[in-house]
């Protein structure tokens, strides 16, 4: 079992930059991908990047590519996700997620565990 708590959500101008947080407990953080996803209200929820175990490989969302960077710190059991020349449709819940052994990086279905969101609201 796995928890995770995510954080650093908020209220910022179109064009400015928030860092998210996800803090997961259990031993064996380092040895599973993690994943952020977003869901804006009436939307499904979507891809929006991803990390490998070890932080060498890293997928994004065309939407984020070059605005957006995730990164890991495996000894402090955390995953973040920096988010520059934020745009108001970026709005959305941002939830973190412990990807399956297997499977597709891009998918929702692929995660198993997942935390509980936080808000990200970009004013324009």
């Known amino acids: 079992q796995v928890q995770l708590v995510e954080s650093g959500g908020g209220l910022v101008q179109a064009g400015g930059s928030l860092r998210l947080s996800c803090a997961a407990s259990g031993r064996t953080f380092s040895t599973y991908a993690m994943g952020w996803f977003r869901q804006a209200p009436g939307k499904e929820r979507e891809f929006v990047a991803a990390?490998?175990?070890?932080?060498?490989?890293?997928y994004y969302a065309d939407s984020v590519k070059g605005r957006f960077t995730i990164s890991r710190d495996n000894a402090k059991n955390t995953v973040y996700l920096q988010m520059n020349s934020l745009k108001p449709e970026d709005t959305a819940v941002y939830y973190c997620?412990?990807?399956?052994?297997?499977?597709?990086?891009?998918?929702?279905?692929?995660?198993?565990?997942w935390g509980q969101g936080t808000q990200v609201t970009v004013s324009s």
């Open positions: 997620a412990v990807k399956a052994p297997r499977g597709s990086y891009y998918y929702a279905v692929m995660y198993d565990y």
């Open positions: 990390i490998s175990w070890s932080g060498s490989n890293t």
